[in-house]
């Protein structure tokens, strides 16, 4: 199928019965609520995995090192958020670690904890992973109008704050908030 603004031959041979694709209208159809966060949930993974690639870091590593932007955590703490038992979080930490991304140390709160800490060279390659992340979704988002991306951005903030608030969590601090914690 070409328009009347494509000077291209139309498709011969095999590829004649398959249609050219064509630009997508913006927005002019919903995807719906589930499909829509699912496949924008797959777009910033694939984003993700492929700049964290690049630093031979995997999603759970990058996003280990986000978390340790401006806290830290306790093994405990971080296994939570991230969703692993024990011995990932050990593993992963272990690996960070011989790596010279994250220290490990005995938390002064709890002797028998041990908190996370960010190192200078985790630090420094967290913010070239994070500016390139940002970039790249930005230019993801450019077609949406500046209001847009700032209502997604606020809505998108309430989904995280809230599921993380029903399973406890203080997303500023990863403290546990349930009462079996303590």
Same mark, same amino acid.
């Not at 958020?81 to 938390?107: E, P, W």
């Not at 709890?110 to 908190?115: E, L, N, P, V």
């Given at each position: 199928?070409?328009?009347s603004?494509?000077?291209?031959? $139309?498709?011969?041979?095999?590829d004649?019965?398959?249609?050219? $694709?064509?630009?997508? !209208?913006?927005?002019?159809?919903?995807?719906?609520? =589930?499909? #829509?966060? #699912?496949?924008?949930?797959?777009?910033?993974?694939?984003?993700?995995?492929?700049? !964290?690639?690049?630093?031979?870091?995997? =999603?759970?590593?990058?996003?280990? %090192?986000? +978390?340790?932007?401006?806290?830290?955590?306790?093994?405990?703490?971080?296994?939570?958020?991230?969703?692993?038992?024990?011995?990932?979080?050990?593993?992963?930490?272990?690996?960070?670690?011989?790596?010279?991304?994250?220290?490990?140390?005995?938390?002064?709160?709890?002797?028998?904890?041990?908190? =996370?800490?960010?190192?200078d060279?985790?630090?420094?390659?967290?913010?070239?992973?994070?500016?390139?992340? #940002?970039?790249?979704?930005? *230019?993801?988002?450019?077609?949406? $109008?500046?209001?847009?991306?700032?209502?997604?951005?606020? %809505?998108?903030?309430?989904?995280?704050?809230?599921?993380a608030?029903?399973?406890? +969590?203080?997303?500023? *601090?990863?403290?546990?908030?349930? $009462?079996?914690?303590?």
């Open positions: 199928m070409t328009s603004h494509d000077h291209r031959p $139309p498709p011969q041979g095999p004649a019965q398959i249609p050219a $694709p064509e630009t997508p !209208a913006l927005a002019s159809e919903d995807l719906g609520l =589930v499909d #829509a966060l #699912a496949q924008l949930s797959f777009l910033v993974l694939g984003v993700l995995g492929e700049i !964290a690639g690049r630093y031979d870091l995997s =999603v759970v590593q990058t996003r280990l %090192l986000g +978390i340790l932007r401006d806290r830290e955590p306790t093994m405990n703490q971080l296994g939570r958020h991230l969703g692993l038992d024990k011995s990932s979080i050990t593993g992963l930490v272990d690996r960070a670690q011989r790596r010279g991304l994250v220290t490990r140390t005995v938390s002064a709160v709890d002797r028998r904890a041990f908190q =996370v800490s960010i190192t060279a985790g630090r420094q390659l967290t913010e070239q992973v994070a500016a390139e992340f #940002a970039e790249r979704i930005e *230019t993801c988002a450019a077609a949406l $109008p500046a209001a847009d991306r700032k209502r997604l951005s606020r %809505l998108a903030t309430r989904v995280v704050t809230n599921d608030h029903s399973r406890g +969590i203080d997303l500023r *601090t990863l403290t546990d908030r349930t $009462p079996s914690a303590s």
